[in-house]
Protein backbone atom coordinates (compact mmCIF):
# COMPACT_ATOMS: atom_id res chain seq x y z
CA UNK A 1 0.00 0.00 0.00
CA UNK A 2 2.74 2.46 1.16
CA UNK A 3 4.58 2.04 -2.56
CA UNK A 4 1.18 3.29 -4.49
CA UNK A 5 0.06 5.91 -1.67
CA UNK A 6 3.40 8.01 -1.08
CA UNK A 7 1.48 10.12 1.22
CA UNK A 8 1.60 7.24 3.70
CA UNK A 9 4.43 6.18 3.55
CA UNK A 10 5.92 3.48 5.60
CA UNK A 11 7.67 5.81 8.16
CA UNK A 12 4.51 7.64 8.63
CA UNK A 13 2.75 4.01 9.78
CA UNK A 14 5.56 3.54 12.61
CA UNK A 15 5.07 6.76 13.77
CA UNK A 16 0.90 6.09 13.96
CA UNK A 17 1.25 2.75 15.45
CA UNK A 18 0.48 3.56 19.01
CA UNK A 19 -2.34 6.51 18.06
CA UNK A 20 -5.75 6.31 18.66
CA UNK A 21 -8.27 8.94 18.38
CA UNK A 22 -10.80 9.41 20.53
CA UNK A 23 -13.49 12.18 20.28
CA UNK A 24 -13.75 14.77 23.12
CA UNK A 25 -17.50 15.21 23.00
CA UNK A 26 -20.31 12.54 23.11
CA UNK A 27 -21.16 10.40 20.33
CA UNK A 28 -23.88 7.56 19.58
CA UNK A 29 -21.30 4.85 20.64
CA UNK A 30 -19.53 3.73 22.88
CA UNK A 31 -15.58 2.72 23.37
CA UNK A 32 -14.83 -1.26 23.65
CA UNK A 33 -11.82 -2.43 22.09
CA UNK A 34 -11.40 0.37 19.46
CA UNK A 35 -15.29 1.45 18.48
CA UNK A 36 -18.98 -0.94 19.18
CA UNK A 37 -21.93 0.76 18.91
CA UNK A 38 -24.92 -0.10 21.27
CA UNK A 39 -27.41 -0.18 18.31
CA UNK A 40 -28.40 -4.01 18.34
CA UNK A 41 -31.55 -5.75 16.23
CA UNK A 42 -32.07 -6.45 12.66
CA UNK A 43 -33.56 -3.06 11.94
CA UNK A 44 -30.57 -1.98 11.57
CA UNK A 45 -29.45 -1.23 7.73
CA UNK A 46 -27.09 -3.68 6.44
CA UNK A 47 -23.99 -1.74 5.14
CA UNK A 48 -21.03 -3.98 4.41
CA UNK A 49 -18.79 -7.61 5.70
CA UNK A 50 -15.50 -6.98 7.65
CA UNK A 51 -13.20 -10.33 8.93
CA UNK A 52 -13.92 -11.54 12.20
CA UNK A 53 -12.01 -10.25 14.95
CA UNK A 54 -11.66 -12.20 18.49
CA UNK A 55 -14.20 -11.07 20.51
CA UNK A 56 -16.89 -10.05 17.87
CA UNK A 57 -20.21 -11.46 18.58
CA UNK A 58 -20.77 -14.91 16.67
CA UNK A 59 -24.58 -14.03 16.24
CA UNK A 60 -23.27 -11.72 13.58
CA UNK A 61 -20.93 -14.42 11.72
CA UNK A 62 -22.33 -14.82 8.16
CA UNK A 63 -22.48 -18.67 7.85
CA UNK A 64 -23.69 -18.70 4.13
CA UNK A 65 -20.12 -16.54 2.93
CA UNK A 66 -18.31 -19.12 5.18
CA UNK A 67 -19.89 -22.08 3.40
CA UNK A 68 -18.54 -20.31 0.42
CA UNK A 69 -15.15 -18.76 1.04
CA UNK A 70 -14.26 -21.11 4.12
CA UNK A 71 -13.79 -17.81 6.34
CA UNK A 72 -15.07 -16.30 8.66
CA UNK A 73 -17.69 -12.73 7.50
CA UNK A 74 -18.88 -10.68 10.13
CA UNK A 75 -22.15 -8.52 8.82
CA UNK A 76 -21.73 -4.44 9.54
CA UNK A 77 -24.27 -2.42 9.83
CA UNK A 78 -24.50 1.62 9.30
CA UNK A 79 -25.34 1.82 12.89
CA UNK A 80 -22.21 0.21 14.06
CA UNK A 81 -20.02 3.37 12.79
CA UNK A 82 -19.25 4.80 16.09
CA UNK A 83 -18.99 8.49 14.45
CA UNK A 84 -18.70 9.86 11.24
CA UNK A 85 -15.08 12.04 10.88
CA UNK A 86 -14.42 14.06 7.80
CA UNK A 87 -11.10 15.56 6.30
CA UNK A 88 -11.68 18.69 4.81
CA UNK A 89 -8.64 19.78 2.84
CA UNK A 90 -8.26 23.35 1.05
CA UNK A 91 -6.94 23.13 -2.26
CA UNK A 92 -6.85 26.61 -3.52
CA UNK A 93 -3.92 28.06 -5.22
CA UNK A 94 -2.31 29.29 -2.18
CA UNK A 95 -1.36 26.32 -0.99
CA UNK A 96 1.00 25.29 -3.64
CA UNK A 97 3.24 27.98 -1.59
CA UNK A 98 6.81 27.93 -2.38
CA UNK A 99 5.94 27.27 -5.59
CA UNK A 100 8.56 23.82 -5.21
CA UNK A 101 7.12 20.48 -4.88
CA UNK A 102 7.66 20.28 -0.79
CA UNK A 103 4.90 23.07 -0.78
CA UNK A 104 2.01 23.20 1.60
CA UNK A 105 -0.11 21.21 -0.49
CA UNK A 106 1.89 18.26 -0.22
CA UNK A 107 2.30 18.80 3.33
CA UNK A 108 -1.34 19.32 4.11
CA UNK A 109 -2.28 15.51 1.80
CA UNK A 110 0.70 13.89 4.22
CA UNK A 111 -1.31 14.89 7.23
CA UNK A 112 -4.84 14.09 6.05
CA UNK A 113 -3.89 10.63 4.18
CA UNK A 114 -2.53 10.19 8.39
CA UNK A 115 -6.11 11.12 9.63
CA UNK A 116 -7.84 9.05 7.27
CA UNK A 117 -5.83 6.05 8.36
CA UNK A 118 -6.47 6.24 11.63
CA UNK A 119 -9.78 7.11 11.79
CA UNK A 120 -10.48 4.35 9.23
CA UNK A 121 -8.68 1.74 11.43
CA UNK A 122 -10.62 2.53 14.18
CA UNK A 123 -13.57 1.87 12.55
CA UNK A 124 -15.17 5.25 12.46
CA UNK A 125 -16.78 5.99 9.18
CA UNK A 126 -14.16 8.79 6.88
CA UNK A 127 -15.27 10.65 4.42
CA UNK A 128 -13.64 13.73 2.18
CA UNK A 129 -14.10 17.47 1.50
CA UNK A 130 -11.62 19.13 -1.08
CA UNK A 131 -12.80 23.49 -1.36
CA UNK A 132 -11.51 26.47 -2.97
CA UNK A 133 -13.74 29.36 -4.03
CA UNK A 134 -16.77 26.35 -4.38
CA UNK A 135 -16.88 22.70 -2.64
CA UNK A 136 -14.50 20.78 -5.16
CA UNK A 137 -15.48 17.64 -4.25
CA UNK A 138 -17.23 15.19 -1.75
CA UNK A 139 -16.42 11.89 -0.88
CA UNK A 140 -19.74 10.75 2.01
CA UNK A 141 -18.15 8.89 5.18
CA UNK A 142 -17.42 5.01 4.86
CA UNK A 143 -15.41 2.64 7.19
CA UNK A 144 -14.38 0.49 4.80
CA UNK A 145 -11.00 -0.22 4.05
CA UNK A 146 -11.84 0.27 0.26
CA UNK A 147 -12.74 3.56 1.13
CA UNK A 148 -9.85 4.44 2.77
CA UNK A 149 -7.55 2.93 -0.23
CA UNK A 150 -9.96 5.15 -2.66
CA UNK A 151 -9.59 8.36 -0.26
CA UNK A 152 -6.06 7.94 -0.49
CA UNK A 153 -5.71 7.80 -4.52
CA UNK A 154 -7.93 10.91 -4.42
CA UNK A 155 -5.14 12.31 -2.51
CA UNK A 156 -2.57 11.37 -5.22
CA UNK A 157 -4.47 12.83 -8.04
CA UNK A 158 -5.50 16.63 -6.99
CA UNK A 159 -3.66 19.80 -7.04
CA UNK A 160 -4.23 23.49 -5.99
CA UNK A 161 -5.80 25.58 -8.10
CA UNK A 162 -8.23 28.92 -8.07
CA UNK A 163 -8.80 31.34 -5.87
CA UNK A 164 -10.62 30.59 -1.86
CA UNK A 165 -13.87 31.30 -0.05
CA UNK A 166 -13.83 29.54 2.88
CA UNK A 167 -16.89 31.37 4.74
CA UNK A 168 -19.07 29.77 1.41
CA UNK A 169 -17.47 26.59 1.40
CA UNK A 170 -17.70 25.80 5.43
CA UNK A 171 -21.33 26.69 5.07
CA UNK A 172 -22.32 24.08 2.73
CA UNK A 173 -19.64 21.49 4.42
CA UNK A 174 -21.39 21.88 7.53
CA UNK A 175 -25.00 21.12 6.08
CA UNK A 176 -23.96 18.11 4.61
CA UNK A 177 -22.09 16.88 7.64
CA UNK A 178 -24.21 14.26 10.54
CA UNK A 179 -24.46 15.65 13.95
CA UNK A 180 -21.52 15.05 16.67
CA UNK A 181 -19.23 14.44 13.73
CA UNK A 182 -15.28 15.14 13.93
CA UNK A 183 -13.87 17.33 11.31
CA UNK A 184 -10.64 18.41 10.15
CA UNK A 185 -9.48 21.34 8.50
CA UNK A 186 -5.96 21.32 6.24
CA UNK A 187 -5.84 24.85 4.71
CA UNK A 188 -3.26 27.92 5.67
CA UNK A 189 -6.45 29.92 6.67
CA UNK A 190 -5.87 33.02 4.91
CA UNK A 191 -9.62 34.03 4.45
CA UNK A 192 -10.01 37.97 4.60
CA UNK A 193 -13.93 37.55 4.45
CA UNK A 194 -15.08 38.82 8.39
CA UNK A 195 -17.80 36.11 8.17
CA UNK A 196 -15.06 33.19 7.68
CA UNK A 197 -14.88 32.41 11.56
CA UNK A 198 -18.53 32.66 12.08
CA UNK A 199 -18.86 29.51 9.80
CA UNK A 200 -17.18 27.68 12.50
CA UNK A 201 -20.22 28.48 14.76
CA UNK A 202 -21.91 26.49 12.03
CA UNK A 203 -20.09 23.51 12.52
CA UNK A 204 -20.52 23.46 16.16
CA UNK A 205 -24.25 24.04 15.92
CA UNK A 206 -23.88 20.94 14.19
CA UNK A 207 -22.54 19.81 17.52
CA UNK A 208 -18.99 18.30 15.41
CA UNK A 209 -15.90 18.77 17.08
CA UNK A 210 -13.41 20.43 14.97
CA UNK A 211 -9.55 21.05 15.02
CA UNK A 212 -8.45 23.63 12.68
CA UNK A 213 -4.41 22.58 10.99
CA UNK A 214 -3.11 25.75 9.70
CA UNK A 215 0.04 24.87 7.17
CA UNK A 216 2.64 27.44 6.77
CA UNK A 217 5.53 27.82 4.89
CA UNK A 218 9.11 29.38 6.88
CA UNK A 219 9.14 32.11 4.15
CA UNK A 220 5.84 33.12 5.43
CA UNK A 221 6.81 32.69 9.03
CA UNK A 222 9.93 34.88 8.79
CA UNK A 223 10.11 36.89 5.45
CA UNK A 224 13.41 36.15 5.09
CA UNK A 225 14.32 38.09 2.07
CA UNK A 226 16.76 41.46 1.14
CA UNK A 227 16.20 44.68 -0.44
CA UNK A 228 13.20 45.16 -2.85
CA UNK A 229 10.92 42.27 -2.97
CA UNK A 230 8.13 41.69 -5.68
CA UNK A 231 5.59 39.39 -4.98
CA UNK A 232 2.48 37.96 -6.96
CA UNK A 233 -0.66 36.90 -5.32
CA UNK A 234 -1.02 32.86 -6.19
CA UNK A 235 -4.37 33.08 -6.31
CA UNK A 236 -5.50 36.85 -7.76
CA UNK A 237 -2.08 37.65 -10.36
CA UNK A 238 -1.80 41.19 -8.01
CA UNK A 239 1.91 41.82 -7.96
CA UNK A 240 3.18 44.24 -5.08
CA UNK A 241 6.65 45.43 -4.82
CA UNK A 242 7.94 46.70 -1.41
CA UNK A 243 11.28 47.28 0.69
CA UNK A 244 11.91 43.77 2.45
CA UNK A 245 13.93 45.28 5.37
CA UNK A 246 11.10 48.22 6.08
CA UNK A 247 8.27 45.90 5.69
CA UNK A 248 9.49 43.14 7.42
CA UNK A 249 8.37 44.29 11.12
CA UNK A 250 5.17 45.68 9.99
CA UNK A 251 4.33 41.99 8.01
CA UNK A 252 5.58 40.33 11.19
CA UNK A 253 3.11 42.16 13.46
CA UNK A 254 0.37 42.00 11.40
CA UNK A 255 1.16 38.51 10.53
CA UNK A 256 1.21 37.29 14.18
CA UNK A 257 -1.54 39.33 15.21
CA UNK A 258 -3.82 37.70 12.78
CA UNK A 259 -2.63 33.92 13.41
CA UNK A 260 -2.92 34.89 17.52
CA UNK A 261 -6.98 36.19 16.72
CA UNK A 262 -7.53 33.12 14.91
CA UNK A 263 -6.28 31.09 17.68
CA UNK A 264 -8.05 32.98 20.52
CA UNK A 265 -11.64 32.76 18.00
CA UNK A 266 -11.24 28.97 18.38
CA UNK A 267 -10.46 28.80 21.97
CA UNK A 268 -13.76 30.92 22.62
CA UNK A 269 -15.45 28.42 20.53
CA UNK A 270 -13.52 25.43 22.08
CA UNK A 271 -12.02 24.05 18.62
CA UNK A 272 -8.69 22.90 18.30
CA UNK A 273 -6.35 25.01 16.51
CA UNK A 274 -3.00 23.81 15.42
CA UNK A 275 -0.26 26.40 13.23
CA UNK A 276 2.18 24.14 11.45
CA UNK A 277 5.64 25.13 9.88
CA UNK A 278 5.69 22.75 6.87
CA UNK A 279 9.71 22.42 7.39
CA UNK A 280 9.08 20.14 10.81
CA UNK A 281 8.76 16.38 9.78
CA UNK A 282 5.04 15.88 9.58
CA UNK A 283 5.38 12.51 11.74
CA UNK A 284 6.88 14.69 14.67
CA UNK A 285 4.16 17.06 14.11
CA UNK A 286 1.21 14.54 14.63
CA UNK A 287 2.96 13.37 17.21
CA UNK A 288 3.21 16.56 19.17
CA UNK A 289 -0.45 17.17 18.35
CA UNK A 290 -1.55 14.09 19.62
CA UNK A 291 0.65 13.72 22.60
CA UNK A 292 -0.74 17.52 23.15
CA UNK A 293 -4.38 15.91 22.73
CA UNK A 294 -3.86 13.19 25.47
CA UNK A 295 -3.37 15.79 27.83
CA UNK A 296 -6.96 17.28 27.67
CA UNK A 297 -8.36 13.71 28.66
Known amino acids: MSDKYHFLPPETLDALSNIEMVSRYLVEGSIMGLHRSPFKGFSSEFAEYRKYCPGDSVKYLDWFVYAKTDRYYVKQFENETNMNSYVVLDVSNSMAMPGTRKHKFNYACYMAAAFIYLMQRQRDAVGLFTYNDIIRSYHPPKNSRQNMLNLLSTLENISPKGKTDAAKCFHGIAEQISRRSLVVIFSDFFDLDKDFLKTLEHFRYKKAEVILFQ ?37 MHDFNEYVQGLKSSCEKMNIMFESINIRTPFERALLAYFTKREELF
Open 215 to 251: ILDETELQLPYKGLVEFEDMETGDIVEFESEFSRDIY
